[in-house]
C-alpha cells in the first residue's frame, strides 16, 4: 500500500528522502511563495520534538480579500432608506478605518462617515429549562457624500 511505503527501509542502503531531515530554512527557501501584503501571517513554532506547529496571527488587514470579510452582510431596513445611510453587519474585530477601506474597495465609493456599534445577543430558551444567548455582532452606519449611492443588491 502507498499509505506505508514511507515506513519500509530501503534495502540498498541509501537513505529515503523522507527519512532526511532538512532544517526549517532550506524547506521555506524551497517552498516560499510571494505572499500579497495584506494576507494573515503564519509563524511556524519548532517545538524540541522537533514538530512544526503553525499559529496564527489574526491582524484585521483590509485588502487581499479581506474586505469581503470585514463587511459580512448589509442590511436593508426602512430607517437606512428613509435616512439615505447604509447599515452593515461588519466583522467583530473591524474597526471604522477598516471598514472605510473595505467600503471603498466593494463599492468604489468613499464614505463621509463610518459608525459603529456593538450589539449584544438575544437571550433565548429552549423548552423550558434550557437558556442560551444568540452571539454578539458589530453593526457599522455608512453616510456618503450628497449625490452618491450604493447598489447594495449587486454588489457594484
Known amino acids: 500500500m502507498a499509505l506505508l511505503d514511507r515506513f519500509k527501509k530501503k534495502t540498498d542502503g541509501t537513505p529515503d528522502s523522507s527519512d532526511t531531515k532538512k532544517p526549517v530554512s532550506e524547506t521555506k527557501a524551497k517552498t516560499a511563495k510571494k505572499k500579497p501584503a495584506a494576507t494573515e501571517e503564519k509563524t511556524e513554532v519548532v517545538t524540541s520534538d522537533a514538530k512544526k506547529v503553525s ?48 467600503i471603498f474597495e466593494v463599492y468604489k465609493v468613499k464614505p463621509k462617515s463610518v459608525r459603529v456599534m456593538n450589539i ?24 456618503l457624500e450628497a449625490g452618491e449611492t450604493i447598489n447594495v443588491y449587486e454588489g457594484t
Do not use: C
Open 120 to 143: 449584544t445577543g438575544k437571550k433565548v430558551r429552549v423548552g423550558q429549562r434550557q437558556q442560551g444567548q444568540r452571539s454578539d455582532w458589530k453593526k457599522a452606519i455608512i453616510r
Open 55 to 102: 499559529e496564527k496571527k489574526s491582524a484585521p488587514v483590509v485588502g487581499g480579500g479581506r474586505a469581503y470579510a470585514v463587511l459580512m452582510a448589509p442590511m436593508v431596513t426602512e430607517k437606512a432608506t428613509m435616512t439615505g445611510t447604509y447599515y452593515f453587519r461588519v466583522h467583530p474585530s473591524a474597526n471604522k478605518s477598516e471598514i472605510k477601506k473595505a
